[in-house]
């Protein structure tokens, strides 16, 4: 007897650069859909919602605060999840290693941060993987 394999969850995390990259690629309600079914699981922090707080433009600001929050997903708390002192961490590294200790790919468009290693990709890579 023979059963299907069940597809794989691709475990995420946005950068909050990526944000406006979901919105140009116009991939939102595909996002949504795809976490709705299983198929993709978004981790969020508080890091990425308070950068998206800080844009100046208050139309663009709430554009992409409005898509974090409708995307939702399982928020952590960095600090527990890396279980490391934050205090002085910058956000990239923050980023970086709650995405790893929560075992997510790191979506960026930020060529530093992208730059560090596995497990980070850019958002066309992302796009790239995404389940169909």
């Known amino acids: 007897m023979s059963r299907a ?9 946005f ?7 979901i919105l140009a690629h116009g991939d939102a309600q595909r996002l949504r859909a795809l976490a ?3 198929r993709i699981e978004i981790v ?3 890091v990425q919602e308070d950068e998206l707080r800080q844009i100046a433009d208050p139309q663009r600001r709430e554009t992409l605060l ?9 928020r952590v708390d960095p600090a527990e999840a890396i279980a490391e002192d934050t205090t002085h961490m910058t956000r990239d590294r923050m980023l970086r290693l709650t995405a790893r200790a929560c075992r997510c790919l790191l979506v ?6 992208a730059a560090t290693g596995a497990g980070v990709t ?8 995404l389940p169909r």
């Open 5 to 13: 394999a069940t597809p794989a969850v691709l475990r995420v995390m």
């Open 122 to 129: 850019d958002y066309a890579g992302f796009a790239a993987r």
């Open 66 to 74: 409005g898509l974090f929050r409708d995307l939702g997903g399982r």
């Open 108 to 113: 960026t468009d930020d060529r530093a941060l």
């Open 36 to 38: 709705d079914a299983g």
């Open 44 to 46: 969020t922090t508080h």
């Open 15 to 21: 950068d909050s650069n990526a944000y406006d990259a």
